[in-house]
Structures are given as C-alpha cells and as structure tokens.
C-alpha cells in the first residue's frame, strides 16, 4: 500500500460476535496498525499506549483497530488482562495482511520465516491512504502517530 491507495474492503471478527469492516472506517481519520501477536512485550505496550490515546482519538472524530492473525477469543482475552480500549481485527487466513503489504519475510537468530512486519496505516476520511509507518520501533510510535492524526484533523479543518 502505498500514500493515496483507498482502503482495502474486508469484513473480520474482532472478539467473539463482533465484526468490523472497510465501511466502519470510512468517513473518519482512521489508524488501521499491524502487530505479529498478542501478549507479547511489544506488542503489549504498543496496544496499551494506543489505549492511553482513546479519548482523544474518540474527540478528533477518528477511529483505531489493531489487526494480527490471532483468534477472537485470543483478542478477548488480551483486551481483558490489558483493559485495552482499542479494537483488534482478527485476520486468521491473512488476507488483510496481505492486502496491506504486512506479510513478509522475517529474520531473528539467522532463522527466516513469514511474519507480520509491525505497521501502522493513517487514513482520510475519503479513505485515501495518507501516511505509512513501517518497520515501526514501539517506543513513542504512539504518540508520533497520534501527533500526524492531530495535526491532519486540524488541517483538514
């Protein structure tokens, strides 16, 4: 995906008999992020900081999801023992991952396999993509992405 590609279509769980799609997003600022797993030290703090900014997220008029390949149930239970107050899109057969160009090739201790690259996707409200984050580093994304969402709303005004 690539600055002015639209939202890819797609409709997922997010916890048990919950669903989110394409639509839910459109019309808002939206932050779509990419994360390889639940309950991990990352991916726990990154979760927990985009929580930390629900509120104002909610007051800019925007919308947040977290997308993995982990389970319904597997989110539940994350967003509980973390009191998380962000959505989490469960993409078991990776079709959205693929769709956002997030599932690549990996490395760690000269072992290769297929991961998801940890990525965060700020949309338009017209659902044009307006800023990529990739290969992201968890300490202060949070909040540099929260300051771009801010400063986008506050231009668009």
Excluded at 11 to 32: A, C, M, N, Y
Excluded at 90 to 106: N, T, Y
């Amino acid at each position: 995906m690539q600055t002015g590609d639209l939202l890819p279509e797609f409709d997922l769980p997010t916890v048990e008999d919950q669903r989110l799609s394409d639509k839910d997003f459109r019309g808002h600022w939206s932050v779509i992020y990419f994360y390889p797993k639940d309950s991990t030290p990352g991916c726990t703090k990154e979760a927990v900081e985009f929580s930390s900014f629900k509120a104002e997220i909610d007051a800019l008029g925007a919308k947040i999801a977290g997308v993995s390949k982990d389970s319904p149930r597997r989110h539940a239970n994350f967003i509980s023992k973390q009191e998380l107050t962000i959505d989490l899109i469960s993409d078991e057969e990776g079709k959205l991952c693929e769709a956002f160009g997030v599932w690549v090739e990996k490395k760690n201790y000269g072992r290769t396999y297929m991961g998801i690259e940890r990525s965060t996707f700020l949309f338009a409200p017209d659902g044009k993509l307006h800023k990529v984050w990739r290969k992201v580093r968890v300490a202060g994304h949070a909040e540099d992405v929260i300051s771009t969402l801010r400063s986008s709303v506050n231009n668009q005004a």
